[in-house]
């Protein structure tokens, strides 16, 4: 149980395009699901909280019209790298929090996506 | 701000060879302190939940301690494919208005050799 994919799992793009990432629970519903970037040798940074019909809510220093979020359903969330540029190049890592009633407070981990803008 | 410290960075041990990671917290309420492991170029994988001084908990060959300040993650007789490294990470019991992810520590990176 607990099990969150991403897609796709690594992604070349060139410098100026966008790139969707897609984020799902397969088997539980998720009421928040959080978005994270890791740099080579780093840890996890979160950058925004995404909640199931509302807007996301950001981390300091990250750019809400770069990278956009989307959370459409209570089993998918998105996040657009917008206008990519290299600097943007990591790993990007969704977690999904199961439906309050349900919640441990832990936040289980979908397998990354790696972005490498050119 | 909520901070987590891991010790040490790296760590390398026989097969066999029992030792512990540490972390250290700040956090104005802990909500929730937790360990996951994660293998190169993948995601974290849970390991434990721990919410209050004292607790212990327990899988396979790894035991999870908490205390006020620190939580210990001990390995018992380790095999190779323990190999990876293990993240700590805490949440904070505010969460109003903001973000409530968790912040994460740098990681302890575990090599077991054989």
């Known amino acids: 149980g607990a099990v969150v994919s991403q897609h796709p799992s690594w992604v070349i793009c060139k410098s100026g395009t966008s790139v969707k990432i897609e984020c799902r629970s397969l088997d539980f519903q998720a009421t928040t699901m959080f978005w994270y970037r890791q740099f080579p040798k780093q840890s996890l940074m979160l950058m925004a909280t995404s909640n199931e019909g509302s807007k996301a809510t950001y981390e300091q220093g990250v750019e809400k019209d770069k990278f956009l979020i989307n959370h459409a359903s209570l089993t998918l969330s998105t996040l657009t790298v917008t206008s990519a540029h290299p600097e943007d190049s990591s790993f990007y890592i969704c977690?999904?929090?199961?439906?309050?009633?349900?919640?441990?407070?832990?936040?289980?981990f979908g397998p990354g996506t790696r972005l490498t803008v050119l | 701000e909520d901070q987590v410290t891991q010790s040490p960075e790296a760590l390398r041990l026989q097969e066999g060879e029992s030792s512990s990671l540490n972390c250290s917290y700040t956090?104005?309420?802990?909500?929730?302190l937790f360990w996951y492991r994660q293998d190169p170029g993948k995601g974290p994988e849970f390991l434990f939940t721990?919410?209050?001084a004292g607790e212990e908990k327990e899988k396979e060959r790894l035991k999870a301690t908490l205390t006020k300040k620190e939580s210990f993650l001990h390995i018992t007789a380790p095999k190779p494919e323990d190999s990876a490294t293990y993240l700590c990470a805490v949440r904070n019991t505010y969460s109003g208005g903001g973000a409530d992810g968790l912040t994460f520590g740098k990681g302890t990176h575990l090599i077991i050799q054989p």
């Open positions: 977690s999904a929090e199961p439906r309050r009633g349900t919640s441990t407070d832990t936040q289980y």
């Open positions: 956090v104005s309420g802990l909500r929730g």
């Open positions: 721990l919410y209050s």
